[in-house]
């Protein structure tokens, strides 16, 4: 159960996350970034985190393959927002500075 | 010996066999007097991962399994294939595949491992059970 | 055979068995691909009120099944106590004592029954699969 | 999990239910009862059915038991606002009259 609201901003595209980052759901993220990359006049995704209420290494997962998509064509996507219990999973596995954007993607 | 004990199958095939997996198990952990919501939530990534990898990388019916020890809960999901999970060596960066559920699990457990269960095999978690609640659970 | 079981320990003694046990209960049907929340309701109601007799009439652990068949849910709950549910005399009036808890779950099941478990008894209540969904189960 | 919402409103004491009626909260709807009943103005209760979301044989037992408690003290206390699914649960067990005062409590 997840659902993700796109907000245009110019040239900022914030996918506003709403609910489980999980198997069931990563499909759901990709598809929705790769929406949103067919907007030529974009610079830049964010994955706004503040309403996820659960994620496992199928979210991170999920959340590494979207910077990947972004990274294709050009763009940076960084996540924001994330509370605390999430970012705690993120730091887990190693994955909280290249997702917030503190270190640069490979 | 468990105090408390439950075991489910959960079908094959199901990409929400996690998610429903993690909340039956929640419900079942917070009936038995689990009722922390920190430690619930670490209960519910554990069954994830667990069935999450069953689902991924295992085969046949997945048997999630639940016991309430004295001093712990061991949460173990069996699935039908005899290929046992691997930690990923350290050292990978951040975006080298695979590797997080079982790091997750370490992080979350006190120990875990693998049996064999029916020709296939079974990985089991051991949490500390939640502190704070030992007294008042009610058997 | 049935397909897909489950059975889960609940202890006595607590009165919000009855309240994890149905929510358990429907997680579980849920990620067996019974989604309906109507029959999912329905479902919960049995299971509350089979955890609630026996948390109220019954003795020693509980312990809560479910299984799965081609065309049937059957949902059961034993307790050690030897004592068998009374289905009440028809004609009494709203205000007389107890008796609902069987008057549901024949309103709701296609058959209920007590059988023999191990010193006490299981009361199991079966009820019609939700129909439009068993075509889309994946087991 | 049953929230109790007292709304007064002159003679006439309105409670609000939020959450599911069964075992574990049936006592916390009876001391609500007798709260209101503590008022010697009042005239009638009133119990909201709006938010209940769901209700068993031991819920109905407590609507029943708080009828009783209204009654000794004088007053009648009737049931609104039910939903389609605990109205079903009303009437298989014959109560949905009694209840809503469609049919005298005895
Ligand atoms: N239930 C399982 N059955 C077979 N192999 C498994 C199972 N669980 C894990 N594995 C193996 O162990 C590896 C590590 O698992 P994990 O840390 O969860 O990472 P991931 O599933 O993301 O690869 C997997 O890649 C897989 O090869
Ligand atoms: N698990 C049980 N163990 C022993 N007796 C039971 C059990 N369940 C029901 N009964 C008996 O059957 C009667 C009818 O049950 P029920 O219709 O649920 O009404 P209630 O529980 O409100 O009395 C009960 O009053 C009780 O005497």
Same mark, same amino acid.
């Given at each position: 159960?997840l659902?993700?609201?796109p907000?245009e901003g110019?040239?900022?595209?914030r996918?506003?996350?709403?609910?489980e980052l999980? =198997?069931s759901t990563?499909?759901?993220l *990709? @598809? #929705?970034?790769e929406?949103?990359l067919?907007d030529? &006049?974009?610079e830049? %995704?964010?994955?706004?985190?503040?309403?996820v209420?659960?994620?496992?290494?199928?979210?991170i997962?999920?959340? =590494?393959?979207?910077q990947?998509?972004? *990274? @294709? #064509?050009g763009?940076?996507l960084?996540?924001?927002? &994330?509370s605390?219990v %999430?970012?705690r999973?993120?730091k887990v596995?190693g994955?909280?500075?290249v997702?917030?954007?503190?270190?640069p993607?490979? | 010996?468990?105090q408390?004990?439950?075991?489910?199958d959960l079908p094959?095939?199901?990409?929400?066999?996690?998610?429903?997996?993690?909340r039956a198990?929640r419900?079942?952990l917070?009936?038995?007097?689990?009722?922390?919501?920190?430690?619930l939530?670490?209960?519910?990534l554990?069954?994830?991962?667990l069935?999450?990898n069953?689902?991924?990388h295992?085969g046949?019916l997945?048997?999630?399994?639940?016991?309430?020890?004295?001093?712990?809960?061991?949460v173990?999901?069996a699935?039908?294939?005899?290929?046992?999970p691997?930690?990923?060596a350290?050292?990978?960066?951040?975006?080298?595949?695979g590797?997080?559920?079982?790091?997750?699990?370490?992080?979350?457990?006190q120990?875990?491992?693998?049996e064999?269960?029916?020709g296939?095999?079974?990985?089991w978690v051991r949490l500390?059970?939640?502190?704070?609640?030992q007294?008042?659970r009610?058997?």
């Amino acid at each position: 159960m997840l659902t993700i609201t796109p907000q245009e901003g110019g040239a900022v595209a914030r996918l506003l996350l709403d609910g489980e980052l999980d =198997l069931s759901t990563a499909g759901d993220l *990709a @598809s #929705a970034v790769e929406e949103s990359l067919a907007d030529r &006049t974009l610079e830049r %995704i964010v994955v706004d985190l503040h309403g996820v209420r659960f994620c496992d290494s199928s979210g991170i997962e999920a959340l =590494l393959v979207a910077q990947d998509l972004a *990274a @294709s #064509a050009g763009l940076p996507l960084v996540t924001e927002e &994330t509370s605390d219990v %999430i970012t705690r999973i993120l730091k887990v596995c190693g994955v909280w500075e290249v997702l917030t954007g503190t270190q640069p993607a490979l | 010996m468990s105090q408390l004990s439950a075991r489910l199958d959960l079908p094959v095939n199901r990409p929400d066999a996690p998610r429903y997996a993690r909340r039956a198990a929640r419900m079942l952990l917070a009936g038995w007097g689990f009722q922390d919501p920190r430690w619930l939530d670490d209960a519910e990534l554990v069954v994830s991962e667990l069935v999450t990898n069953a689902v991924r990388h295992g085969g046949g019916l997945i048997e999630l399994r639940l016991e309430a020890h004295d001093e712990a809960i061991v949460v173990s999901a069996a699935d039908g294939s005899s290929v046992v999970p691997r930690r990923r060596a350290a050292g990978g960066g951040p975006r080298d595949d695979g590797g997080r559920g079982i790091a997750i699990i370490e992080e979350f457990a006190q120990d875990w491992g693998v049996e064999n269960h029916e020709g296939g095999k079974r990985v089991w978690v051991r949490l500390a059970a939640m502190p704070a609640q030992q007294g008042r659970r009610m058997t």
